[in-house]
């Protein structure tokens, strides 16, 4: 089955297996292992009519652009720590992923929340 990215930049999945798959905003085929990933991540499948709006409202994210994820996780950091809950932040201080996806619905990266914890933090320092 054929993905694309739902942005102008390249979307690359890796999964816990250590198999990886990069999705081209143009689109390419994507195996079977990685397709529940790639949908989780907002990749758009390719050939099915309908499948962007589809994807948009069962996400909840009718008319809101795919770009507004760092936005998503930003507020989701900010309601953990306003909401203070047990277990949202490790023992160095870091925010937990399992409780992030949990809140957030979807799968994020490492990477993605070191970015947006840092923009988090700082806005608190001020």
């Known amino acids: 089955m054929k993905f694309r990215s739902p942005t102008d930049q390249p979307l690359q999945i890796g999964l816990t297996s250590g198999h ?3 999705i081209t905003p143009e689109g390419n085929d994507v195996a ?11 990749a758009v499948p390719v050939g099915i009519p309908g499948a962007e709006e589809t994807l948009a409202a069962l996400n909840g994210t009718v ?3 795919v770009a507004d994820r760092p936005q998503a996780i930003q507020a989701a950091l900010q309601a953990m720590l306003d909401g203070g809950e ?3 932040f490790t023992g160095e201080g870091k925010p937990n992923l399992v409780k992030l996806k949990g809140r ?4 994020v990266t490492r990477e993605e ?5 840092a ?3 700082a806005a608190g320092t001020d």
């Open 20 to 22: 990886t798959v990069v």
């Open 32 to 42: 079977a292992m990685f397709r529940r990933e790639a949908i989780a991540r907002g």
């Open 63 to 65: 008319g809101a652009p």
């Open 86 to 88: 047990e277990g949202d």
């Open 104 to 107: 957030l619905g979807f799968a």
């Open 113 to 117: 929340v070191d970015a947006a914890w």
């Open 119 to 121: 923009i988090v933090s």
